[in-house]
Structure formats: structure tokens, C-alpha cells
């Protein structure tokens, strides 16, 4: 396995590299004059693509200063903020930084701890002068809970995404009600363990601000459906929970009771190991979600 995981490691390594690469370009384009939006957008989808696999494989530092030049790159390329020469400079100031960070992760070669504060700092500094938009928001009061339509495209796991660990992440922000559409799940013959089929609703209890949701789902935000409403009095989930399933069923798995979903505890955490998208389901689990299919085999 670990073979396996230094081979994902090389090709990340490897495709980071070139999105770096990218990255600078598109912003020395940028810093030239250009307003092309589609520059913006490949500088965004650069800084997207690494942070997400940083944050899979757990390079911390790459990820959180990845997640601060995407959030500013989003803003820009939503139109809510002006393109100013000044993030320009900030953010290819943090591209040698990643590059620096990027060796550290591969060869154990420290960074210098003082630039990477530096360039985290400017780029805060740019993201502080939000204008109106984030103003306007924080005015709001937050709501007693949020109910969250999450369906992940077919490839998400392509992307080195895991719903269960979205999942996880949201159980640490408050309660978390959990429920499996099972309604895009095909036959077992025709299943293909590389594509999530699963959707989710879920229901987040509690006054958590909307930005700590959003953090949670940057990393998927182009590789999935996704609807984020605050709960009123009427509209908090009622979602039971139920023992640990997998979140691979059976085929024919009984269905719940509309006949497309399946309560599923918010505790995954154990039930499903994904790596590279395979599914290893653990011997409970695979009998509670198949108990219309007859007795599972005794557990060697």
C-alpha cells in the first residue's frame, strides 16, 4: 500500500509542479495587462487542483495557503472584487513559497517558515479589503442549523475526493444529520467502484457560520451539485440515524422509505477505506445495508 500512496505522492508531486508553473504564468499575463477572464480561471483552477491534493494527502501548509490564494481568485473571477495590481503581486509572491513548500513535502527540504507567514499575510490582507459583499454578510445572523444537498459528480473520487471524509469534516463543525440517495445507484454488476453514485442530504445543527461550510466543500465545489439553505423553524432535517452503514451497499439494498434513500449514521468514520477510489467495506456494515439479500457469509 504504501508503494501505492508514493505513487500517487510522485504524480502529485510531478502535477503540481506544472500547475505552479501555470500559475505563474497566468498571473505574469495578468501583472501584463491581460483581462482575459479565462486567465483568471486557469490561475483558479491551478490553485484548486493543489490545494485539493494537498489537503488529500495531509501537506498541511500547501493546503491552507493554497485555500487562501483560491478564495481570493474566486472572488475575483466571481466579480466581486476588482482584479488589484497589488493581489497580482501577492499572489505570485506565494507561487515560489508553494515551490519551496512543494520540496518540503517531497524531499523533506524545510521551508522558510518567515516567508511562508509573509506571503500568508499578504494575501489575508488582500482578501481583507472585501468590500461590501462580506460586510453585508457578516450583518446576518446565522441560522439554527443548514440543510446541505451534496450530489458528487460521477469522477469526484478522480479528483482525490472522498464524500465520507466532507462528511466527517462537517460532523466536527456541529451535529450532523446524514442521509444516502441511493436513487443514481446502479445494480451491483454494473457497479463501477471508480464513480460516486451516492448523493447526500444532510442536515448541519447549530449557528455555524456559512464561510466554515463553505471551506468544507472548496476542494469539490466543480465536482458537484451542491444547494446550502439555513433551516427555519419548519425545514430542520429529520433525519434518523441509524447504526453504521457502508457507503457502498449491496445491490437490491432495501431502500428507505421513499424508495430512494437510506438513514446513515453520521459516524463513518471505519465503515468505507477509499483509496484511489476503491471501496473496502467492513463485514457489519455490508449486512445491515443487504439484509433483503439472505444471511452474509461468516466473516473469515
Given at each position: 500500500?504504501?508503494?501505492?500512496?508514493?505513487?500517487?505522492?510522485?504524480?502529485?508531486?510531478?502535477?503540481?509542479?506544472?500547475?505552479?508553473?501555470?500559475?505563474?504564468?497566468?498571473?505574469?499575463?495578468?501583472?501584463?495587462?491581460?483581462?482575459?477572464p479565462e486567465v483568471v480561471n486557469s490561475v483558479f483552477r491551478?490553485?484548486?487542483?493543489?490545494?485539493?491534493?494537498?489537503?488529500?494527502?495531509?501537506?498541511?501548509?500547501?493546503?491552507?495557503?493554497?485555500?487562501?490564494?483560491?478564495t481570493l481568485l474566486d472572488e475575483i473571477r466571481a466579480g466581486k472584487r476588482a482584479l488589484a495590481a497589488s493581489a497580482?503581486?501577492?499572489?505570485?509572491?506565494?507561487?515560489?513559497v508553494l515551490r519551496a513548500l512543494l520540496?518540503?513535502?517531497?524531499?523533506?527540504?524545510?521551508?522558510?517558515p518567515a516567508a511562508v507567514a509573509a506571503v500568508?499575510?499578504?494575501?489575508?490582507?488582500?482578501?481583507?479589503?472585501?468590500?461590501?459583499?462580506?460586510?453585508?454578510a457578516a450583518a446576518e445572523?446565522?441560522?439554527?442549523?443548514?440543510n446541505i444537498a451534496f450530489a458528487p459528480a460521477p469522477s469526484l473520487f478522480m479528483s482525490g475526493n472522498d464524500p465520507l471524509r466532507i462528511i466527517r469534516e462537517l460532523e466536527n463543525l456541529g451535529p450532523l444529520d446524514v442521509n444516502a440517495k441511493l436513487d443514481r445507484l446502479p445494480g451491483f454488476a454494473q457497479m463501477d467502484p471508480l464513480e460516486a453514485c451516492i448523493?447526500?442530504?444532510?442536515?448541519?445543527?447549530?449557528?455555524?457560520?456559512?464561510?466554515?461550510?463553505?471551506?468544507?466543500?472548496?476542494?469539490v465545489v466543480d465536482d458537484c451539485e451542491l444547494d446550502i439553505q439555513p433551516q427555519t423553524a419548519g425545514t430542520a432535517a429529520a433525519v434518523a440515524t441509524a447504526p453504521v452503514v457502508a457507503a457502498v451497499p449491496a445491490a437490491n439494498a432495501p431502500a428507505g422509505g421513499d424508495g430512494s434513500s437510506l438513514p446513515v449514521s453520521g459516524h463513518t468514520g471505519g465503515a468505507l477505506i477509499n483509496l484511489g477510489g476503491g471501496a473496502v467495506l467492513t463485514p457489519a456494515p455490508l449486512k445491515q445495508v443487504s439484509g433483503g439479500m439472505g444471511p452474509a457469509p461468516a466473516a473469515g
Open positions: 500500500m504504501s508503494m501505492d500512496l508514493q505513487r500517487f505522492h510522485a504524480t502529485y508531486f510531478e502535477e503540481s509542479r506544472e500547475g505552479l508553473d501555470a500559475m505563474e504564468a497566468g498571473l505574469l499575463a495578468l501583472e501584463g495587462g491581460s483581462l482575459d491551478a490553485a484548486h487542483s493543489i490545494k485539493g491534493g494537498a489537503a488529500t494527502f495531509g501537506f498541511e501548509k500547501m493546503a491552507s495557503l493554497t485555500h487562501v490564494l483560491e497580482v503581486d501577492a499572489m505570485l509572491g506565494s507561487v515560489d520540496a518540503e513535502a517531497e524531499l523533506g527540504k524545510p521551508a522558510d500568508h499575510a499578504r494575501l489575508q490582507q488582500e482578501l481583507g479589503g472585501g468590500g461590501e459583499t462580506k460586510a453585508a445572523p446565522e441560522p439554527e442549523g443548514w448523493a447526500w442530504d444532510l442536515g448541519l445543527r447549530g449557528k455555524v457560520p456559512r464561510s466554515a461550510i463553505d471551506d468544507v466543500f472548496a476542494w
